[in-house]
């Protein structure tokens, strides 16, 4: 791909976020370039060829807990403008994930919504998560897929779940009853992203295709929801803007990267 075809955005259009809201999703474009993109790739690679033996690549979640350099993305003002255009300007970073699937034996991730899986850690339940596509996201090595409109249902709730094979799935419990007719395949190229909300039902098929699929979830939220969190094990950061809990979010600072 020439230079010319890696077009980089920070905002999204008024129309985009219209879009987000009514379906609970929205492909979008790039917001690194391809020099920062080929950077993150580069690191991403380096963490997977020093997993300890036994980790699997789909595992590597919240990796900025131990590693700074990853702020470069998480908080970059582009990243931090167009999620501003979603939430507003109190922004907090909730959670990242690599989910890379190798070529081959890829493993499937669940239908789930994350506010079932996250459950009463947050409240109000409002988290955009910005998927950004490390690798292609294709169809044939298991690109994620939504359900669209279904961040408006009622919500399932843990009930509605029952128990899959950890071998083969990235989470250990599956929403029942989805309807896979109705499921939006989001395709993206290298470099581009998607959003979902948080209530958004959504899945992704295993990979048996030679290509790896490495997708970076980066996951933000407006500066009201609380934190309900007494371990101190899950850490949050204030990005932009100020706390809207009235001191009830405990915030890490913001690490020098
Ligand atoms: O990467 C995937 O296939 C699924 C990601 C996911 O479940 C999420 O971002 O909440």
């Known amino acids: ?25 929205l492909k979008f474009g790039r917001i690194f370039t391809r020099e920062e993109l080929d ?3 580069e690191h991403v690679d380096q963490m997977i060829a020093s997993l300890p033996p036994g980790k699997r690549p789909e595992e590597l979640d919240v990796p900025h807990f131990e590693d700074a350099w990853l702020f470069r993305y998480l908080a970059h003002p582009r990243v931090l403008d167009v999620i501003e255009c979603f939430l507003g300007p109190d922004i907090v970073l909730w ?15 669940p239908w789930h919504t994350d506010g079932d899986y996250w459950g009463n850690r947050l409240e109000p339940m409002e988290v955009i998560t910005l998927w950004l596509a490390v690798d292609e996201s294709t169809r044939e090595n298991g690109c994620m897929r939504v359900i669209p409109g ?15 094979d950890t071998t083969t799935h990235v989470f250990s419990t599956e929403l029942q009853n989805v309807d896979e007719s109705q499921a939006v395949d989001i395709e993206l190229a290298i470099g581009e992203c ?26 933000y939220m407006p500066a009201h ?9 899950h850490r949050i950061y204030l990005l932009r803007g100020k706390d809207r809990t009235g001191g009830r979010n405990i915030y890490t600072p913001v690490p020098e990267f």
């Open 1 to 25: 791909m020439s230079g010319h075809d890696w077009q980089v955005v920070s905002r999204a259009t008024p129309e985009q976020v219209a879009f987000y809201k009514e379906h609970g999703y």
């Open 39 to 41: 950077a993150l790739r």
């Open 95 to 109: 959670s990242s994930h690599f989910i890379a699937k190798p070529g081959g034996d890829g493993k499937a991730v």
């Open 150 to 164: 279904s961040h408006r249902w009622q919500h399932p709730g843990r009930e509605a779940y029952r128990p899959v």
């Open 194 to 219: 998607s959003f979902h909300d948080a209530w958004t039902v959504h899945a992704s098929a295993p990979n048996y295709s030679s290509k790896r699929r490495c997708g970076y979830t980066m996951r």
């Open 225 to 233: 929801v609380v934190h309900n969190d007494t371990s101190g094990r």
